[in-house]
């Protein structure tokens, strides 16, 4: 080859790594995001809003979704490391507000996000009082009935009225089981709370409060031993082994298996969050689906009014992330909180509340579902389904063991087993 | 008479070329030890005397505090350690009685045998993770495979993991399915090295088949099963999957073992440091145990020579 081909080649060469050195500076006018979520069918629904406005905000979204057991670990290292170019935008739920507030930015400038229900952003607050997650829907435990199995004059108002139409349905050999919902840990939600919720009682005295000051000068006070929690353990354990109106094995249930019983049409009442009417009512995946009903909970022989937890789950932002992309994902999450018609087809697929209740009064005069949905889950008085102390997950795990231990043991030791736990409920918050 | 001073090209070398190859060649290996292996242990080790929540890691010293915690805690030494070592021993007994009963089973000539081997063969190569969620919805209350054969002749639905010793029994059952294979395959390998002189005799003496395997085979094998053992008794000691997946220690950790106890301390209740002294701890008795069983192995190859 000759110097002046060589020249030539080296020039053609230089010419083409020149150009492809421009090309990705063209294309990286797009801002990258990294979403991190769980599977959730609201959590997926939302995402189908963030994804419309991404493409609209030339924003390239990455989704990485994560299963529910890992993802909590995963993200605290993650925030607690200062760890960059993992997640940009992260789900969080009001479970982990307080741990997680000091890591992430304020989300305070993001329109509308004012526009929930009272009391649902606090969780959230950092320590100046700011939000620090921009919700994507209210999740909220509802009790689901079967329509085709039981008119709405029939709909079970006390545990009692849950056991006596169970066993008929059950003896009628219409339905396998009357109640199922999901009981190990972190579905704590699904059988033992909505029931405590509604006997008058609470994992500490005062019963509904989450104001740590208060608790505090309560002494963290556990309820564990009350008379309360010990007809609620019981009506459980009737159900599992006296009454036989819920599987022997639910104790070893997830929301996984609730729902497949309940999904399989085996099953004529289960609880679970609202966000899966949209899966039962699927006839792809159930065989309920088209005779779904809601309702308020049963309630106990102690309640004195029905209660409901509403609490949102939203998207964050770590203080890690560059300040562009935080203004990136920002106008992602406020184009989401103001898409009106997005809200309402995510509420229309999952059941999820919308997250900007400026969308609750467009339903109101639009939707009798959705009217149903409200009455029973906002007009009603609530409590938050978490505390809010540094040691939460330690208490939920130990108050779980300790219902749990009550349920598979001998119905007469009851009470023992929940004197025996209560000090270290107690403890848990001391920890 | 001045000395010459000697160049750097006579110089000796302190490493001569075959030993520099050596090192070459296990270097990766090195690197890969020390960057995934050594420094986490250090880092847990160091994590494990401090104050270091996975949320608020503050990584203040507080000495022991974690080991008192945990070898004071009751749920520790009353469920959590025999539950290990029940796990432990019958795991690795009735994996070993299995796998050498496959093993000659397998050394035999028979049509098919090939294709036995491989189908006995095949729950090694499956996740332990994968095998337990099997498991878990094969003995499952409603849908279980198990529990739909025992419905045909009339046995009523049983929630076999919402009690511990069922759930406990499912679980060991489930590390014997998985481990049983890797005692065949290496206890058929060591039958079929076996000399054949011995037998010669013991069939000249008119010895039974029980008589030959007993005071022949088993003889023959005791390095090969005493150094299987060792190492299957160490690593069944820190069984994770199997137990999280079937029964997440539950219920009411009454089936929670030694590395469930540490994953929930360290990733549920996001403390790193008491998590990181409940592995510290486990090592402590692991080192304990495993020296013993060492004794024993040495003891069992001394024996045998």
């Known amino acids: ?431 | 008479m001045s000395m010459a001073p000697v160049s750097a090209a006579h110089r000796p070398r302190l490493l001569g070329e075959k030993e520099r190859f050596m090192l070459l060649l296990i270097a990766p290996a090195a690197l890969v030890l020390l960057s995934f292996e050594v420094v986490p242990i250090l880092i847990g080790m160091n994590a494990s005397f401090r104050d270091w929540s996975l949320v608020n890691p503050q990584k203040t010293w507080v000495g022991l505090r974690h080991y008192v915690e945990v070898f004071t805690d009751p749920v520790f030494l009353k469920i959590v350690l025999p539950n290990t070592f029940i796990l432990m021993v019958s795991s690795v007994t009735l994996s070993l009685v299995f796998g050498l009963a496959l093993a000659h089973l397998l050394k035999r000539q028979f049509f098919g045998r090939i294709l036995i081997q491989t189908v006995v063969l095949l729950p090694l190569t499956i996740a332990p993770v994968i095998t337990a969620t099997m498991m878990r919805w094969s003995f499952n209350d409603q849908f279980g495979i198990l529990t739909n054969l025992l419905a045909v002749i009339g046995v009523p639905q049983v929630g076999w993991l919402s009690e511990r010793w069922p759930s406990f029994i499912i679980i060991i059952l489930t590390d014997v399915w998985i481990w049983t294979p890797w005692f065949t395959i290496i206890l058929l390998a060591a039958l079929q090295g076996l000399p054949k002189e011995p037998y010669e005799a013991a069939q000249i003496d008119a010895a039974s088949k029980w008589g030959i395997f007993t005071h022949v085979t088993l003889p023959l094998l005791r390095p090969v099963i005493a150094v299987c053992v060792l190492i299957r008794a160490i690593d069944a000691f820190r069984t994770f999957d199997q137990v999280w997946v079937l029964t997440g220690g539950g219920p009411a950790r009454s089936t929670e073992v030694f590395s469930v106890y540490a994953y929930v301390e360290a990733f549920v209740n996001l403390d790193l440091g008491r998590g990181a002294a409940a592995a510290g701890a486990g090592a402590i008795i692991m080192l304990a145990v495993g020296l013993g069983l060492y004794a024993i192995v040495n003891r069992a190859m001394e024996v045998s020579r």
């Open chain 1, 1 to 431: 080859m000759s110097i002046c081909k060589s020249l030539r080649l080296l020039a053609g060469l230089g010419l083409a790594a020149g150009l492809s050195a421009l090309a990705p500076g063209a294309a990286s006018a797009a801002t990258d995001l990294t979403i991190c979520y769980m599977n959730h069918p609201v959590q997926a629904a939302n995402l189908a809003i963030l994804e419309k406005w991404a493409k609209k905000q030339d924003i390239n979204l990455t989704k990485t979704p994560m299963s529910y057991s890992i993802y909590l670990p995963k993200i605290t290292q993650m925030l607690a490391n200062n760890s960059t170019g993992q997640c940009d935008i992260i789900w969080h739920n009001d479970d982990w507000g307080q741990d997680w507030a000091q890591y992430l930015v304020s989300t305070d400038d993001i329109p509308e996000i004012k526009n929930v229900a009272e009391g649902q952003l606090e969780p959230f607050f950092n320590e100046k009082g700011q939000p620090t997650t921009v919700p994507m829907a209210t999740t909220a435990g509802i009790f689901f009935y079967r329509t085709d199995l039981v008119s709405e004059a029939e709909v079970p108002k006390t545990w009692d009225d849950l056991v006596k139409v169970s066993q008929k349905l059950q003896k009628e050999g219409k339905v396998k089981w009357g109640y199922v919902g999901g009981m190990t840990f972190t579905n704590t939600f699904f059988s033992f709370w909505w029931s405590l919720w509604n006997n008058n009682c609470d994992v500490y005295a005062p019963a509904y409060e989450r104001d740590n000051a208060v608790l505090s000068k309560n002494g963290w006070k556990p309820m564990t031993a009350d008379a309360c929690q010990v007809q609620t353990a019981e009506f459980w354990w009737d159900a599992l082994h006296k009454n036989n109106i819920s599987p022997p094995g639910m104790s070893t249930y997830s929301r996984d298996e609730a729902n497949a019983i309940f999904q399989a049409g085996d099953a004529a009442f289960t609880v679970a969050d609202s966000t899966l009417l949209g899966t039962y009512n699927d006839p792809k995946k159930s065989k309920a689906a088209g005779h779904v009903g809601m309702a308020r909970f049963p309630q106990g022989p102690m309640s004195k009014e029905h209660r409901s937890w509403i609490d949102i789950w939203g998207w964050s932002i770590p203080k890690s992330v560059t300040p562009e992309k935080q203004k990136a994902a920002k106008a992602l999450l406020g184009a989401m909180m103001t898409d009106y018609e997005g809200q309402i087809a995510q509420w229309e697929q999952t059941g999820g509340p919308p997250p900007n209740s400026k969308v609750w009064a467009m339903l109101d005069k639009s939707d009798p579902v959705w009217r149903q949905v409200k009455g029973i889950l906002f007009d009603s008085a609530h409590v938050h389904d978490a505390y809010y102390f540094r040691n939460w997950a330690v208490v939920h795990k130990t108050y779980s063991d300790i219902l749990i231990k009550a349920v598979t043991g001998a119905r007469e030791d009851i009470p023992k087993v929940l004197t025996e736990g209560a000090p270290a409920i107690h403890q848990g918050a001391m920890r």
